[in-house]
């Protein structure tokens, strides 16, 4: 790209002589050369899908000092501006995704071998944001390079995990959704062991003290146990320091639990049995939003063609009704007003994942539908919804170029040309 921009500027002199003559105009052209400012770019001709439900046909979006200082049809070129032409392509805002687990394998080889790529990865596919639901403490130091200039990669929220009960032997809170004690028959029948208070204040001060944006536990209900005071506690001590509070509920009943303690959301989409409308529109009016993660329960194939869950192991296919009872949920949940956010739980390559995860979405909701849940839905849902989600100024200047239209073809979403991050260009496939 150039630095400078050629601007042939036109001076027109106009004479205008005594009355009696006719009027004089001479013209005399020249070039300038005005150095191009790297933090002033301009993107004209988009078809600009801005998040809050407009669509601008020939629209622009100009980007100064890492904001988005203007949205609209007219919008004139400051003269040291980069201008991006979009060719009728789509602008939109920076993707989220609201529930990842980032680093894997041995951290710290990960963290020397994988981690540029991977964030890399994130940006190819769209993502400007990232939440990571629980990593390894190295997360922080990824969060720690990228908002020091030290890698490129995108925002990244960082949750660590603290438990709200203590289970009998032999039960595990390390997977629910595979092991699935949620899932009848094999829900808990014994109320689990309370951890104490103290342990839970501690656990929460030391999330904050380590930097932590939020704190996220499992809750899986035992009969008479321990699970909501517990769950109510971590989340008016996370509050109390700061940190949202973030739950992981995978059946209906836990959700109809978890939603007790005002979590900041959940982390989930409940996908084990069916809600009733009534239970629907209790959730809703609890006003918590709530991660898609659809595509968790819907098997990806391997190179044998083997069914594997989001984390490459293998797909166990007593779990199969959760990839239909996830979309139809939340559809149920849609018609009754939830705030729904974008969110794959996977470790996959993100552009594989975004795939399998609007692949489920497309199920139970429209292109459009999921535009917003990608938008401002994902945005409220991580709690940035002053700062990111839309193109409107004032706005981080988190920003994608897609090839094609995802209004017509949701897969269009896969066809990320460029991307921008906090007003800087990431990725250039222009
Ligand atoms: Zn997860």
Known sequence: MTKLNVLIATFVLLLAACSESPQVVTS?????????????ILITNAYVIDGTGNVLEQGSVLIENGLISAVGNDLVAPLNAYIIDAAGRTVMPGFIEGHRHIIQGNPDEWMANRADANMQEFLGAGFTTVLSAIDAPQILELRRMINQGEMVGPRILSGTFIPVNVLPPGE???DPARTDVSRPPGRPTEPAGKIPDETIIELVQNAAAAGYDMV????????????VDTLTLMVNTAHEYGLKAIVHAVSVTDTLEAIKARPDHLVHTPHIMQLTEE???????????????????????????????????????????????GPVNARLLWNAGI?????TDTSFHPRRTLKA????????????????????????????ESEIGTLEAGKVADVVILDGNPLEDLYDLLNVDLVIRGGEIVIDKL
């Open 28 to 40: 005399e052209s020249d070039s300038i050369e005005v150095p191009i400012d790297d933090t002033v």
């Open 172 to 174: 595990s809170t390390s």
């Open 216 to 227: 996220k536990t499992v809750v899986t209900v035992t009969p008479n146990g321990p699970e």
């Open 279 to 325: 239970q629907a529109q209790t959730i809703v009016d609890a006003d918590i939003p709530m991660m898609s993660t659809l595509s968790t329960f819907v098997p990806f194939y391997d190179e044998n063609n083997q069914p594997i869950f989001r984390d490459g192991l293998p797909y166990g296919w007593h779990t199969l009704s959760s990839a239909g009872q």
């Open 339 to 343: 705030t729904y956010g974008f969110g």
């Open 357 to 384: 995860e609007l692949k489920a979405l497309n199920l139970t909701f429209s292109e459009q539908d999921i535009i917003k849940i990608m938008t401002t839905g994902t945005a409220k849902a991580v709690g940035l």
